[in-house]
């Protein structure tokens, strides 16, 4: 089974400053997708960025990007330009790519501040 | 708007009620999944259905069941309920081909007091 590590609970950035978020996971298949998603007070679900584990190059989507590296199972996002609004719960989560049916599984998640 | 629509949004009951929270998936979405996050958890997964049909089995209860009805919409249902059960419930829906992400409800807010 396939499993999402993200070991740190909590970080805090200044406003304007980088910060960036790790997650490892471990699987054994070759094919799969990496989401980082956004959970804000509110407890809506949001998705941040996804990657393609065939994908090489990292994605990017804004102010946040990704550092994909595959022979080490690591996923990492980094947040540029941090707002206030960036503050809230990041969650890690890995998708199998076999008949695209299967389920998100999630890391327990880190909580993000935003100092102004 | 993710197009995903939970409903209630939220719920207070008692210990040992039973209830159903609804679920109606994003158009053209065959699979619905549920996902419980408890206060400052993480999510877990329930289970999921594809066209009516169960797919996947995760943590769930033998207290809770699911399913899917013909116009896709899915229902949770939650028995006996106990003090723990109190959580945020997700529906998610997504599709077999495109970019792989699941589609989020807003969640239904469960208190059992």
């Known amino acids: 089974a396939q499993t999402v590590t993200q070991s740190q609970p909590e970080m805090s950035v200044q406003e304007a400053e980088t910060v960036t978020l790790s997650c490892t996971y471990d699987?054994?298949?070759?094919?799969?997708?990496l989401f980082w998603y956004k959970q804000p007070p509110s407890r809506q679900m949001i998705l941040v960025i996804r990657?393609?584990?065939?994908?090489?190059q990292n994605a990017t989507e804004n102010r946040f990007s990704v550092n994909f590296q595959k022979a080490a199972k690591s996923f990492s996002l980094k947040i540029s330009d941090s707002q206030l609004g960036d503050a809230a719960m990041y969650f890690c989560?890995?998708?199998?790519?076999?008949?695209?049916?299967?389920?998100?599984?999630f890391g327990k998640g880190i909580t993000l501040s935003v100092r102004p | 708007d993710s197009g995903v629509t939970q409903t209630p949004k939220h719920l207070i009951t008692a210990t040992g009620q039973r209830v159903t929270l609804r679920c109606s998936p994003r158009?053209?979405?065959?699979?619905v999944y549920w996902y419980q996050q408890s206060l400052d958890q993480g999510l877990q997964f329930l289970i999921q259905?594809?066209?009516?049909?169960?797919?996947a089995k995760g943590n769930i209860l033998e207290r809770f069941s699911a399913q899917q009805f013909p116009d896709l919409h899915s229902e949770l249902n939650l028995s006996s309920l106990e003090l723990g059960d109190s959580a945020l419930y997700f529906c998610?829906?997504?599709?077999?081909?495109?970019?792989?992400?699941?589609?989020f409800g807003e969640g239904s807010r469960l208190t059992v007091l």
């Open positions: 259905y594809y066209n009516g049909e169960e797919r």
């Open positions: 158009s053209g979405d065959l699979s």
């Open positions: 998610a829906s997504g599709r077999t081909s495109g970019t792989g992400e699941l589609f």
């Open positions: 990657q393609e584990a065939y994908k090489q």
């Open positions: 989560a890995y998708r199998s790519y076999t008949g695209a049916n299967s389920k998100l599984t």
């Open positions: 699987t054994s298949e070759s094919d799969y997708y």
